[in-house]
């Protein structure tokens, strides 16, 4: 618990937590608006469409998550923290734990302004949240920003380097997963299984909280069911930062 | 008391650290002491567990950093002022650290108190002047009130004021009975705040002694010589283990007495045209010590003729 009191001060206690809590409100409330208010009996405004830009959320709260760690290493205040906790574990699974929980409250934030927002705008559209699938499409979106921060995270530590790890996240995330169905043959068998991909399928399933429409957010080819995806994000986040804890156990601060 | 043993450390090629042993005394004020890249802030690194020793171990107080529970509340350390968040304020900077060690958070505000930055506690840190920051470090080692503590060249860059400042605080530190290790490499410096000297060249020990004995060691020990007759006078040096180095219109001779070079020559009937035992600055003497552990030489080229010995030593 002192722990996590230790790195709450100290994410809170710096300025970029909350720009970048502020920008991906921003992005995703400004996306949605525009994209509920242009809806038509093509594009219909759907739960779906409320969480059509959770994405753009989910890339800037990466960024604060990686930038959690890297100015760490890039002020030297990790040397502090090891020296005031030398159990490494121990200090970076409680920042894993803050960052998350941070990701968490800005994701669900994100996810119901959004909703909040196309309800004011489309007021006569069925925004109602009266399906397990829509209620995923909207609160999963926290849960997924929470694990999406500690992959970030991870990859901080592990590059350290506040360009580097950024620049690593974003293609990854923005751009590479999507490059993989290009390699012919099993380039969409491989990308069933990507994780970020896995991911989406947790957020909006096959599609149902689209109401039917034809468009909403473009689906996940993963085939797991919605709770399967989420294991197997989680199962991805924790691996990937518990090998990030143990490579800084054995480095140099 | 800390205690090195055959502490090593190597980066890649580059052995930084070279089976280093030596102990620190409790409730005195040690100087740490070698020229740039000797090894200091790596071994301090290693001391606080940040960095991982290729082989060999330090322990504080019979424990190995990692194995202290608050270790605040046992080592409190400032190894580089600069190690703070900018936009965090001092206040915050210190409340995190208070609370991970369960500092009671009085205790931020009266360090902020000893060290004087009580009126800008709650201004970022990335706006403090380089004495501020240093400041703001001390603070934070004070923090634990700890047993041991430990700064890594703690007056550099500061005015003299600054450096003041910062002698005093260290002989109060070392009156209220702590373990101070501070580095630096200027013995000068050291010589006005310890009582006892670990002097590294290179990673690897050169000597500890009291400060005293150190500078005694260092300044009694040169004699200049000018005579005509040098190729004779010189073997007869080297028989009875004196250190001859040559200087433009002489010898500068260490390890052996004025009183023994007077009578070598008188043996072998060599004219002395001067026997002067050289005063030389304590930096000097250092120099001569480290000679030949300096790491990064600069062209002494020209400033060897002036100076008594070490580098000459070494472009020889
Ligand atoms: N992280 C590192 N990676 C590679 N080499 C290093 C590293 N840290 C230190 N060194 C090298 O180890 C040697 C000792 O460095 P160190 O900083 O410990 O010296 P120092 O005595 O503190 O010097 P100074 O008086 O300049 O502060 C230097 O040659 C330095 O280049
Ligand atoms: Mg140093």
Redesign the interface.
């Known amino acids: 618990m002192?722990?996590l009191?230790?790195e709450r001060?100290?994410l809170l206690?710096?300025?970029?937590p909350w720009w970048c809590a502020l920008t991906a409100l921003l992005l995703t409330g400004g996306f949605t608006a525009l994209v509920v208010s242009q809806s038509n009996a093509q594009f219909p405004a759907t739960v779906s469409a409320t969480q059509y830009a959770y994405n753009f959320g989910m890339a800037v709260i990466m960024v604060l998550a990686a930038l959690a760690v890297t100015?760490?290493y890039r002020?030297?205040?990790i040397?502090?923290?090891?020296?005031?906790?030398?159990?490494r574990a121990a200090a970076l699974a409680a920042k894993a734990t803050v960052i998350a929980l941070i990701a968490l409250v800005i994701g669900e934030i994100m996810a119901f302004l959004s909703w909040g927002l196309a309800t004011l705008i489309k007021p006569e559209a069925d925004l109602a949240l009266n399906s397990a699938a829509d209620w995923i499409n909207v609160a999963g979106v926290g849960p997924a920003c929470a694990l999406a921060a500690v992959v970030a995270m991870a990859v901080g530590i592990l590059v350290r380097h506040s360009a580097g790890a950024i620049s690593l996240v974003l293609i990854y995330f923005l751009a590479a997963e999507n490059l993989v169905t290009l390699i012919p043959g099993i380039g969409a068998d491989i990308f069933k299984w990507l994780p970020f991909n896995v991911l989406h399928k947790f957020v909006t399933g096959n599609g149902e909280s689209a109401g039917g429409a034809a468009y909403g957010q473009p689906l996940s080819t993963s085939t797991l069911s919605q709770w399967w995806a989420l294991a197997y994000f989680a199962a991805f986040a924790v691996v990937l930062l518990a090998i990030a804890i143990a490579t800084a156990r054995?480095r140099?601060? | 008391m800390i205690e090195a043993q055959s502490l090593t450390k190597r980066y890649g090629d580059k052995l930084a650290v070279d089976d280093l042993s030596f102990t620190v005394e409790s409730g005195r004020v040690t100087g740490f002491l070698g020229p740039n890249g000797a090894g200091k802030s790596t071994t301090m690194r290693m001391m606080l567990g940040l960095d991982n020793p290729t082989s060999g171990t330090v322990t504080i107080g019979g424990k190995r950093y990692s194995e202290l529970h608050h270790p605040l509340r046992t080592v409190g350390a400032l190894l580089d002022a600069r190690w703070v968040h900018p936009n965090r304020s001092a206040r915050a900077h210190l409340s995190w650290m208070a609370k991970s060690n369960k500092i009671s958070p009085k205790r931020v505000d009266e360090v902020l108190d000893i060290v004087g930055l009580s009126e800008v506690a709650s201004k970022r840190a990335g706006g403090f002047s380089l004495g501020m920051s240093q400041r703001l470090g001390i603070a934070g080692a004070l923090l634990g009130d700890p047993e041991v503590l430990l700064f890594d060249e703690p007056v550099n860059g500061l005015d003299p004021e600054g450096i003041l400042w910062i002698r005093k605080f260290m002989q109060r530190l070392a009156d209220e009975g702590r373990t101070v290790f501070v580095s630096s490499h200027l013995l000068s410096e050291m010589a006005l705040t310890a009582t006892d000297l670990v002097v590294i060249g290179k990673g690897k020990l050169i000597s500890q002694s009291t400060t005293e004995e150190f500078v005694a060691r260092a300044t009694d020990s040169t004699v200049k010589v000018r005579s005509p007759h040098l190729d004779r006078l010189r073997p007869a040096l080297d028989r009875v283990g004196a250190t001859v180095t040559p200087t433009d219109d002489g010898l500068l001779v260490a390890g052996v007495a004025g009183e023994k070079i007077g009578e070598l020559a008188m043996e072998n009937q060599v004219t002395l045209h001067e026997l002067a035992p050289q005063q030389g600055s304590l930096e000097q003497a250092f120099m001569q010590i480290t000679g030949d552990s300096v790491e990064y030489h600069a062209d002494l080229e020209t400033e060897a003729a002036e100076q008594p010995a070490g580098h000459a030593a070494v472009t020889n």
Do not use: C
């Not at chain 1, 206690?13 to 970029?16: A, F, G, N, Q």
């Open positions: 002192t722990l009191a230790v001060i100290k206690s710096t300025r970029s100015t760490e002020f030297g205040t040397r502090t923290t090891f020296q005031a906790v030398p159990n054995k140099d601060a």
